[in-house]
């Protein structure tokens, strides 16, 4: 049962030669022949490609021997990228390794499958995906959250040790919380972007889906730090997030946000997320209530800066330079139109035509730039509370995975399933998701727990998420 296993411990077994990379390699690939025809996590592996690279890995280096699968839009080497599109599947294999997968490399981790995803990172449940469904381990018909529920689903079934994903709004935090994993979303700067493809450049970042806090901090340590090939990362020394890690929580300031408390939670995952706040407290931690005002214009001001960025980003895709190409064009607009019509899904054609709406003469002003001035109000009342506390605590989501199809017929409620996640985005902060509890349902439903911390604040936020899962057991539980 090597692949249920956390990253800390196979290092341990590794290191003792007890195992060996290809040991642990096969014990994934097996589970994967078991369980993906049901959970349909990955889009690609290539089983013998990892094993030869399995071989070669210097155990000596922090995650030596470890495989870890990756979302679909980040670029491996010689291996498909098709961000869940059509427009890409079977038109691309990648040149390059992504900053993020050769410094997985440099650390001795080996690069395992590709995973589905909401076509282009658009979507809070996986759905979109145009190749495939996604599902729960938890529960087959209910989504896996997105658009990394790809990577999610592969760690919370035991078919990745350990995996990366990206969020642009919710998009590691989500899935973690709905399967019942760990899951960091990285400060905005904190570790490169080059190599991703870039669905909103101003909000993704690429961060750890694991089985442990530990393991995100290891997976953390390895992924951050500059990158000359990507001028919007910080060019800041990473600090050791492991030394820190077990420092636990007393005297730390732990904010209640009260716009993140709000009428319309599931009653269940107030109930557990009060009860893991209460856990923090009861270690020593001080609990502040804060407020964060402008909270409520959150989802409309990401749905206008995203989807401008969005607009913009995916203009590449025009059917001529690499990509799906209609077939017998008429003329260059029909060639346009029709390569985009045909290898774009719906929830991404609504989103270019939103940014690029307000991106349009006339409406410029209107949407953009008062979104922007009020994206900066968001940030700086995420900077009057950590002047206040340390770190921020509060759901994930309002509610536990939702059955597939309860919200695709309208887009609004999906776009809110969201509400707790997208303002950390907006406004460059960190934070992470951490299991607190499950329904009382058959089945029962992973509930997460978020913490929050101020740009750079990885440390902190990994120690208060450290503190509490090393005082309840709910990261240890399995779905059958």
């Not at 035991?158 to 994903?165: D, I, P």
């Not at 960025?309 to 209609?326: K, M, P, T, V």
């Not at 009382?440 to 450290?466: D, H, K, T, Y």
Request: some cysteine; glycine content about 8%; charged content about 20%.
């Amino acid at each position: 049962m090597l692949h249920t296993q956390p990253i800390a411990t196979l290092r341990r077994q590794l290191l003792a030669r007890e195992i060996s990379p290809a040991d642990l390699l096969r014990s994934v690939e097996s589970q994967i022949s078991r369980t993906d025809s049901q959970i349909g996590a990955y889009l690609f592996r290539d089983l013998d490609r990892a094993l030869a690279e399995a071989e070669t890995a210097d155990l000596s280096r922090p995650l030596g021997g470890i495989p870890i699968g990756v979302k679909d839009l980040i670029n491996v080497k010689d291996q498909p990228t098709t961000c869940g599109s059509r427009i890409l599947a079977g038109k691309y294999t990648s040149p390059y390794d992504a900053t993020v997968v050769s410094r997985l490399r440099s650390a001795g981790a080996v690069p395992f499958g590709k995973l589905n995803l909401d076509e282009f990172a658009m979507g809070s449940s996986t759905e979109n995906s145009a190749l495939q469904i996604t599902r729960n381990p938890w529960d087959p018909t209910r989504v896996p959250g997105g658009s990394s529920g790809g990577s999610a689903a592969a760690v919370a079934s035991g078919e990745a040790v350990a995996a990366l994903g990206t969020d642009t709004g919710g998009s590691i935090r989500q899935p973690a919380s709905f399967c019942g994993i760990v899951g960091l979303k990285p400060s905005y700067g904190r570790v490169s972007r080059y190599g991703i493809t870039a669905y909103a450049s101003s909000l993704d970042q690429a961060g750890p889906l694991t089985r442990t806090v530990e393991d995100a901090a290891l997976v953390l340590q390895a992924i951050a730090g500059p990158d000359p090939s990507d001028s919007t990362c910080i060019r800041q020394p990473v600090p050791d997030f492991s030394a820190t890690l077990r420092s636990g929580v007393r005297g730390l300031r732990i904010g209640l946000p009260a716009e993140y408390f709000i009428p319309g939670t599931d009653p269940e995952v107030e109930a557990a997320v009060q009860g893991a706040i209460r856990e923090l407290e009861s270690q020593g931690a001080e609990i502040i209530p804060v407020s964060l005002l402008h909270t409520s214009a959150a989802v409309a001001v990401y749905y206008i800066i995203a989807t401008a960025e969005a607009s913009a980003n995916l203009a590449r895709f025009d059917g001529i330079r690499y990509g799906h190409r209609c077939e017998n064009p008429k003329d260059l607009r029909d060639l346009y139109d029709r390569s985009r019509a045909e290898g774009f899904g719906a929830e991404v054609k609504r989103r270019i035509i939103l940014g690029t709406y307000v991106l349009s003469s006339g409406y410029y002003d209107a949407y953009y730039t008062k979104a922007q001035k009020v994206r900066q109000l968001i940030r700086r009342d995420f900077r009057e509370a950590f002047a206040k506390v340390d770190v921020l605590a509060c759901p994930v989501s309002p509610a536990p995975a939702f059955k597939f199809g309860e919200h695709s017929s309208d887009p609004l409620q999906m776009y809110l399933a969201d509400i707790f996640t997208i303002a950390a985005n907006l406004a460059g902060i960190c934070g992470i998701s951490v299991p607190c509890g499950f329904t009382s349902g058959s089945p029962a439903l992973p509930i997460g727990f978020q913490l929050l911390g101020p740009p750079l604040g990885e440390a902190v936020i990994l120690r208060a998420a450290q503190a509490y899962e090393q005082a309840t057991d709910w990261h240890t539980l399995r779905p059958v």
